[in-house]
Antibody, heavy 120, light 113 residues
Framework: EVQLVEAGGDLVQPGGSLRLSCAAS????????MTWVRQAPGKGLEWVSD????????YYADSVRGRFTISRDISKNTLFLQMNSLRAEDTAIYYC?????????????WGRGTLVTVSS | DIVMTQSPDSLAVSLGERATINCKSS????????????LAWYQQKRGQPPKLIIS???TRESGVPDRFSGSGSGTDFTLIISSLQAEDVAVYYC?????????FGQGTKLEIK
């Protein structure tokens, strides 16, 4: 059974940093592209970043490029999102999700999310 | 960026009745080389992550009841729930996976009348 479990969400001040993690199990982690999607409170879904199975290819939304870094540790079956220079508008639930296949942005499994709140 | 616009924003339907949700993309998501529409529908129940229910505009995911159907091509798409059940109360999102940035509609909240 595929499982994705996010952690690391917290209350952080504007300008601060946070590192999210997503522990994956039930599939061959090194073979699958992964993504972070966020949802501001009461709002819709926003694709934040994704990474290829090997980790060599990454993509960032304009809203986070230069501030967020996605990475993965294949030995630990874990996906990460390093978030720097956080802003109030980054406040959201952050979901990690698995792409159905490389290059096909269909999200067939999702974690339950972790809440990031940016506020002073 | 491809903008996805759903209508209506909210919808109340009686149990057993038909629910129709529309999704319009600002440019075509039909890939001519394979004649496939890169359009998905997700269902998000309260307090849960989204769940993929339809891909390629009309292909139901495994385990999704056949009362859910998707249709459309190019820029105009529809999700229909033929006979609404209580467990279908949710917010529904369309998503284009044709090109980056991959974008979602704003969501349609479906409730029981």
């Amino acid at each position: 059974e595929v499982q994705l479990v996010e952690a690391g969400g917290d209350l952080v001040q504007p300008g601060g940093s946070l590192r999210l993690s997503c522990a994956a199990s039930g599939f061959t982690f090194s073979s699958e592209a992964m993504t972070w999607v966020r949802q501001a409170p009461g709002k819709g879904l926003e694709w934040v970043s994704d990474i290829s199975g090997s980790g060599a290819g990454t993509y960032y939304a304009d809203s986070v490029r230069g501030r967020f870094t996605i990475s993965r540790d294949i030995s630990k079956n874990t996906l990460f999102l390093q978030m720097n220079s956080l802003r109030a508008e980054d406040t959201a639930i952050y979901y990690c999700a698995k792409l159905r296949e490389q290059g096909l942005a269909l999200l067939d499994y999702w974690g339950r999310g972790t809440l990031v709140t940016v506020s002073s | 960026d491809i903008v996805m616009t759903q209508s209506p924003d909210s919808l109340a339907v009686s149990l057993g009745e038909r629910a129709t949700i529309n999704c319009k993309s600002s440019q075509s998501v039909l890939y001519s080389s394979n004649n496939k529409n890169y359009l998905a529908w997700y269902q998000q129940k309260r307090g849960q992550p989204p769940k993929l229910i339809i891909s390629w505009a009309s292909t139901r995911e495994s385990g999704v009841p056949d009362r859910f159907s998707g249709s459309g091509s190019g820029t105009d798409f529809t999700l229909i729930i033929s006979s609404l059940q209580a467990e279908d109360v949710a917010v529904y999102y369309c998503q284009q996976y044709y090109t980056t940035p991959y974008t979602f509609g704003q969501g349609t909240k479906l409730e029981i009348k």
